[in-house]
């Protein structure tokens, strides 16, 4: 198949339309790294807790990977992604002609409220626009420049058209690449680890934190019961980032663990030590991390 990427810049590719809070897409250099030194260039790369898929969709376009399987419980997010892949012409027509104003956002923001799955594509839309328009795409924040637009920055601060919807239309053309699903991320991990060819990036909820950033914030049961399922699977291919606290230290501690920076962009850059964990076929080959 064709497809048009060459503009994309094969250092950081920046492809995900959405904005999301803890993003990984810095992470594509050292995933693309990982991938490349354990022999599984073109493999399904699966994204249990996928958010905006930072660095999975920019190793799709890259062709360092044939498949990504997105999956994510937040049904908002899942409709994002599934309308995306089956009706892109038509989210496209609503990034390019969408309103920017506040009467605009609380329409939306009902839709997103409203959370109809059975109205797929217009929820899809809606949290889009609320993920371009709201406060560091926090999904359950207000609009950018607040409801009197006093702001420095404004409700359309985020929203540059032309480069969304040139993003979406080249997602579009792999659609038939990228499998949205909107299953518990533990499921999704017990189905695909230990497949052939296949690489687990797992990005779960914070322990601190992600109770104002996502919809479904994990409980010390789920992070528990997510090291049982990925230390059960120890000689598959996974990774696993966390914030850095004394909890991944002790669930994960037979796997090789390493702290790394990231940059995060939501207003301003700001720097966030996190921690990776390595399943134990990661740790040994010999990565740049
Ligand atoms: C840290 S974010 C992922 C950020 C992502 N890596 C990125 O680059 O944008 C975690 C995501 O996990 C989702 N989530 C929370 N609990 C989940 C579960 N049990 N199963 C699947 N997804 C879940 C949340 O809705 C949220 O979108």
Redesign the pocket.
């Known amino acids: 198949m064709s497809r048009t990427v060459s503009h994309i810049s094969t250092r950081r590719p920046r492809i995900s339309p959405l904005r ?1 809070p ?4 810095a992470l594509y250099p050292r995933l693309r790294a990982i991938i490349r030194d354990m022999g599984l260039a073109g493999c399904t790369y699966i ?9 999975g969709l920019g190793l799709l376009v890259t062709g360092q990977v044939e498949h990504v399987i997105i ?4 049904p908002a ?1 899942y409709s994002f992604w599934k309308t995306l892949c089956v009706d892109n012409d038509w989210l496209i027509e609503q990034v390019a002609t969408a309103t920017l104003s506040i009467d605009e956002w609380k329409r939306q923001h009902k839709i997103y409220k409203a959370a109809d799955t059975s109205k797929r594509r217009e929820l899809g839309f809606a949290t889009f626009y609320l993920n371009r328009t709201n406060r560091s795409g926090v999904l359950t924040a207000g609009p950018i420049g607040g409801f009197k637009q006093n702001g420095t920055y404004k409700i359309n601060a985020r929203f540059n058209r032309k480069d969304l919807c040139e993003r979406i239309r080249i997602l579009g053309l792999y659609s038939d690449a990228i499998v949205p699903i909107m299953c ?2 533990i499921d999704v991990i017990n189905r695909y680890a230990g497949q052939k060819n296949t690489f687990i990036y797992a ?4 322990f601190e934190k992600a109770k104002s950033l ?3 914030a ?1 409980q010390a049961e789920d992070h528990k019961a997510l090291a049982h399922v990925l230390n059960n699977h120890k000689d598959d291919s996974w990774l696993l980032t966390y914030d850095d606290v004394p909890q991944v230290y002790e669930l994960y501690k037979d796997r090789r663990k390493k702290r790394f920076q990231l940059n995060y962009s939501a207003n301003k850059v700001m720097k966030a030590t996190e921690v990776a964990v390595f399943s134990d076929t990661v740790s040994e080959v010999n990565t740049c991390w």
């Open positions: 999301y803890g993003g990984k897409s994204e249990p807790y996928a958010g905006g898929v930072g660095a999956n994510d419980l937040d997010i518990d991320g990005d779960p909820p914070y996502y919809l479904n994990f």
